[in-house]
């Protein structure tokens, strides 16, 4: 009993574990994503109803936090610990670990907020209270022992009002912590918490007007309702006395809501034009894409299956290339790259999309090029969005030791473009957005290419960094999401991770995939894409994150308040 005692009083910090066990399995590769509707109530359990009422009692509600984002993020993460392997640096196996230490401070200073939006319950008078009064008869008796073991009539769980405000603030605060994660020092928003439904086609609709953080807000919603609901069902059994629950109801009609919505929409879509696609797979290992000894044998990889898929019948109007899809800058003439490049071009009808590095006046730049017309035309686009670490070494020059350890996997810096480049198809009204890599995992980015016009969404990746870990299908979840924003179908192309279309609902309707279900292969995938012929514009797209901008300002304008409130007292 005395063992079983002492592991009692460990529950609140067992309970921020497991909250981020449950985030991390709402992911791929678990996708377990029901749990999302529960993750976060053991985290706001051990906050709310944990520990005594200290003046250091913030403290613990912001280390409880902290310990379930770092298991949340590393566990998340971990994929991130296969450029270790890749490069047999042992430091980098710990990256994700690394990550989690900046991103707990999300989980942390959330908790913290809701450790401090936790309701008062009055106090009531005990045997000890210096103002009770003695027992003198067996009806004061009685009273006594009913005053003891019923909640107060004031309890602020016991009032729909009450939990409802509660969930929105919290919710909002959740949004605000989101948001601010996928652009604070460049930002890094993945796998928000309503990413966890990418595969939900019916709820994940209204993020063509709230962007993805609009089903981390429902989700976080409902969380904390679900708490509520749980406590105020003990507080009622207690006095036998049930009340109507209106803050679960509506937290029900709600979803059910948005349920309806997304089913409606997607039985009313916009009218497309079909678009013969074809996108290569080569399946080139990381270590040999930019080695010239491998240079034809990458040529021949993707000649090979290129014209796989330029004998399909009717042939592709547009081919994609993955990132870096060459071994050398293809706009450098003297290149062999460049020779293979317009020779393939040219010998075919089909507009060429592929990545390759760009190089001009000393600066370098991960690129997406246009070929069209038998290579006469060409388009170049500029990646903006640059990875830390990955592409550039964030204060390279500051700290000299810093960038010596890190300079063996990224030697040198990429520049970022400036401009959002939309190509122009030769086939039809087709206006293209050549996202790159992470680029299709950022609201605000894609929507930039809409406004200037795109009505088809491109995204050429690379994830052969994590070789075969959950990375690439974390991508795609992310990814899926661009889609349903700004209505617009996706083609992604990678070489090697997911390849795939997806329409303008987030729904992957086509998939490269080996005969064992693997989307770790080679291959082409062709087939046919529908592109809006109406540039009709949704509300994400032209007023981008203002949903979370919103949800922002009630929780900064909440603390302040509170905190104001507090100080009076």
């Known amino acids: 009993m005395n063992t079983l005692r002492k592991l009692l009083q460990f529950w609140p910090w067992l309970a921020a574990i497991l909250s981020g066990v449950l985030c991390v399995a709402c992911f791929p590769p678990f996708n377990q994503n029901w749990l999302c509707w529960i993750a976060l109530t053991p985290l706001i359990a051990a906050v709310w109803f944990s520990g005594k009422n200290s003046k250091r009692r913030w403290l613990r509600n912001l280390l409880l936090g902290y310990v379930a984002g770092i298991v949340f993020f590393t566990g998340t993460f971990s994929w991130l610990g296969s450029l270790g392997t890749l490069f047999d640096n042992f430091w980098l196996h710990g990256l994700s670990l690394l990550l989690s230490v900046y991103l707990g401070l999300n989980f942390a200073l959330w908790s913290w907020f809701g450790g401090l939006l936790r309701p008062a319950v009055a106090a009531t008078a005990s045997a000890t209270d210096p103002i009770a009064r003695p027992v003198t008869n067996k009806w004061s008796a009685m009273l006594e022992r009913a005053r003891r073991t019923a909640p107060a009539p004031q309890s602020p ?3 729909s009002t009450s939990n409802l405000r509660l969930a929105f603030l919290l919710a909002c605060a959740w949004v605000a912590h989101e948001w601010l994660r996928g652009w604070l020092f460049t930002g890094f928003g993945w796998n928000g918490l309503g990413v966890a439904l990418h595969a939900h086609w019916p709820l994940i609709q209204i993020t063509e007007f709230t962007g993805v953080v609009g089903l981390s807000f429902m989700v976080v919603f409902a969380n904390v309702i679900a708490l509520t609901t749980v406590r105020r069902l003990i507080l009622e059994a207690r006095t036998h006395a049930m009340r109507p629950h209106y803050d679960l109801t509506l937290t029900m009609a709600a979803i059910v809501g948005v349920l ?27 270590r040999q894409k930019f080695d010239p000894q491998f240079a034809q044998e990458i040529f021949g990889q993707f000649t090979r299956l290129s014209e796989i898929a330029l004998r399909s019948k009717p042939p592709p109007d547009l081919l994609i290339w993955p990132e870096s899809s060459m071994p050398e800058p293809v706009r450098d003439e003297n290149t062999e790259s460049y020779q293979f490049v317009m020779d393939f071009s040219g010998s075919t009808k089909a507009d060429l999309l592929l990545g390759t590095i ?13 070929i069209s017309n038998a290579g006469q035309q060409t388009q170049t686009y500029r990646k903006i969005h640059l990875v830390p670490f990955g592409e550039y070494i964030p204060l390279r020059h500051s700290f000299p030791l810093f960038a010596a350890v890190a300079s063996k996997w990224v030697p040198g810096d990429f520049d970022d ?18 996202l790159i890599c992470f680029e299709d995992t950022i609201g605000e980015l894609t929507r930039q290419f809409v406004l200037k016009g795109a009505n088809l969404l491109a995204d050429i990746t690379n994830d052969g960094w994590f070789l075969r870990s959950a990375g690439s299908q974390q991508h795609l979840a992310n990814a899926v999401f661009r889609c349903v924003e700004t209505r617009r179908p996706m083609i992604r192309a990678a070489n090697t991770g997911v390849t795939c279309f997806v329409n303008e609902f987030g729904r992957v309707t086509q998939l490269l995939q080996d005969e064992t279900g693997s989307t770790f292969t080679e291959g082409v995938l062709t087939g046919e894409i529908g592109v809006p012929t109406e540039h009709e514009l949704t509300f994400y797209t032209r007023h981008g994150e203002l949903f979370a901008k919103l949800c922002t300002c009630v929780a ?9 409130v507090r100080r009076l007292r």
């Not at 900064?556 to 104001?564: D, F, G, Q, R, S």
């Open 157 to 159: 769980w016991l009032r």
């Open 260 to 286: 309806a919505f997304g089913v409606h929409i997607a039985q009313n879509p916009s009218p497309t034009k079909p678009l013969r696609v074809a996108a290569v797979q080569a399946g080139i290992p990381q």
């Open 358 to 370: 760009d190089m001009e006046d000393g600066h370098d730049y991960n690129a997406a090029l246009l």
């Open 417 to 434: 473009g400036k401009n959002y480049t939309v190509f122009w198809l030769t086939s039809g009204e087709v206006q293209l957005a050549p």
């Open 556 to 564: 900064l304008a909440t603390l302040v308040i509170t905190i104001a």
